[in-house]
């Protein structure tokens, strides 16, 4: 099945730092999603960003569907921002998502 | 306009009994999946569900576990005989689907079971 891979694992930053995270995909990617987990296990979505670029407020997402990645920016990181970043892709044209195994972000006061 | 709604959002059981998790989707949406999230985990597909149809339950244990998603009222996901292993959170999306499958995903709050 499809596989996808997120790094890094774990990020500790300072609160004001700017962070990249990356998805890697081994299929083509069809239903691209960026998913926040709160500390309080609540799933937040970001982006669904098949393709292309967007924005929203102090995150961005970038995804070359030709190169099967994603990358999802995050500036000026706030405390509020720490939790689970998981991106997920559509399961090999089936239904339903594959998701990574999230990256890790605390940010320190 | 409401969001994906679960309920309980915190389920206790003993091992050998049924535990019964309840997802309505958001309001205009016909497709629900399940998932499911094991401890220190991502998540992982469990089935794909449409008005009274299961479109997909390849993620699903065969044994133990059903599905359903009626045409009035909540999906529902049931466990029979719960053992300690089924300890997770269950995590309901829905989508409008008017792509097909390619559709954005809302998450609800899930449902954290514990099996004592």
């Known amino acids: 099945g499809i596989q996808v891979e997120q790094s890094p694992p774990d990020l500790i930053l300072q609160e004001g730092a700017n962070s990249t995270l990356r998805c890697n995909f081994s299929d083509s990617v069809n239903n691209l999603q960026w998913f926040h987990q709160n500390p309080w296990g609540q799933l937040i979505n970001l982006f669904y960003?098949?393709?292309g670029t967007k924005q929203n407020g102090r995150l961005s997402a970038t995804t070359v569907a030709t190169e099967r990645y994603s990358l999802l920016y995050i500036s000026s990181s706030q405390t509020t921002d720490s939790g689970v970043y998981f991106c997920?892709?559509?399961?090999?044209?089936?239904?339903?998502?594959?998701f990574g195994k999230g990256t890790h972000l605390i940010i320190q006061p | 306009n409401a969001g994906v709604m679960q309920n309980p959002r915190h389920l206790v059981r003993r091992r050998g009994q049924e535990a019964r998790l309840r997802c309505s989707p958001m309001?205009?949406?016909?497709?629900v999946y399940w998932y499911r999230q094991l401890p220190e985990e991502g998540l992982k597909f469990m089935v794909y569900?449409?008005?009274?149809?299961?479109?997909?339950e390849s993620g699903m244990p065969k044994e133990r576990f059903s599905a359903e998603f009626p045409k009035e009222g909540p999906s529902i996901l049931r466990i029979q005989q719960v053992v300690r292993g089924d300890s997770a959170a269950y995590f309901c999306?829905?989508?409008?689907?008017?792509?097909?499958?390619?559709?954005?995903?809302?998450f609800g709050p899930g449902t954290r079971l514990t099996v004592l």
């Open positions: 999306a829905s989508s409008p689907g008017l792509a097909g499958y390619a559709d954005t995903q809302y």
């Open positions: 309001k205009g949406h016909s497709h």
């Open positions: 997920a892709n559509e399961r090999g044209g089936a239904d339903g998502l594959t």
């Open positions: 960003i098949p393709s």
């Open positions: 569900l449409q008005k009274e149809n299961i479109i997909d």
